[in-house]
């Protein structure tokens, strides 16, 4: 019999590369979708036009991590062998506007998720998206397991209290909970206000003259970056392994935005320079300066290594988002690669 999988923000970037590999593996795949207005979601759309993958064996459900009794129902429902619990309202800088709904999502959301596995009774193996963005105001260079956390935005607060809770509940109950800690990764499928892909669709845009000018803050922000469809396989990784643990999951590089742009720009042969702005309206009222993680233990335990490195990555998305523009222009359909 096929394992069941349930993902959390499986119409995020990462839900829809999870949603592909454990389709790919042979799982059958449950995720959770918010009911809104518009049933558009552009990543979820390129998974399920595929040719390649069983479609028959994935299967959304409306539901939201603040709804607790909806959790249970659903995972009692599915019961599933594995979850991964994705979804968070996940941008730093909307945190600061937005602190509340931050945390009861992303915080409270994995606690009640959780709640929802033990009060339903069943044992799945169960995955908790944690983040860099924690260690904030960077106590040790590089960043490890063992680096004391440091948050610096709602966000980052949110997500120390949700690693906590995963460990809570696997030291208190005996359940297999792991946290990937993982760094910036992105891809073509990462959402346009996130800055890698505000670069690199900007410079795409730019380029077939469909837009003037960039607006950034800090140019100086350091982060190590890397390919979100390799770090879904890591969290993959850590639901099979005999107990539950804790992972980086990080290039062991860091690059700043400056970078970012040198490299977007110079590969639609344009210089940044001539079309970038700084606004004072993007920096955060707390900067995270520098991101760097040690992903050894992960390299030791998970046998998982990250192959594809900053610049081929940024360059991936600029070319991803110029083909996207071109077909859009062209009025052919539009999915996400």
Known sequence: MAKKALITGITGQDGSYLA???????????GIVRRQSSTLRP????????????LDKLHLHYGDLADGGGLVRLVGRIQPDEVYNLAAQSHVRVSFDTPEYTVDVTAT???????????????????????????????????SEKTPFWPRSPYACAKVFAYWATVNYRESYNLHTSNGILFNHESPRRGETFVTRKITIAAARIKLGLQKRLAL????????????????????????????????????????????????????????????DIDPRYYRPAEVDLLIGDSSKAHRKLGWQPKIKFKQLIELMVDADVRLLKDQLAGRPILSY
């Open 20 to 30: 592909e590999l454990l389709l790919l593996k042979g799982y059958e795949v449950h």
């Open 43 to 54: 990543r979820l759309d390129a998974v399920q036009s595929s040719t390649e993958l069983p």
């Open 109 to 143: 959301g994995c606690l009640r998720l959780l709640e929802a596995i033990r009060d339903v009774g069943i044992k799945p193996r169960f995955y908790q998206a944690s983040s860099s963005e924690m260690y904030g105001l960077v106590q040790d260079v590089p960043q």
């Open 217 to 276: 803050g800090n140019l100086d922000a350091k982060r190590d970056w890397g390919y979100a469809k390799e770090y879904v396989d890591a969290m993959w990784r850590m639901l099979q392994q005999p107990e539950g643990d804790d992972y980086v999951i990080a290039t062991n590089e860091t690059h700043s935005i400056r970078e970012c742009l040198d490299v977007a720009f110079g590969a639609v042969g344009l210089n940044w320079h001539d079309h970038v």
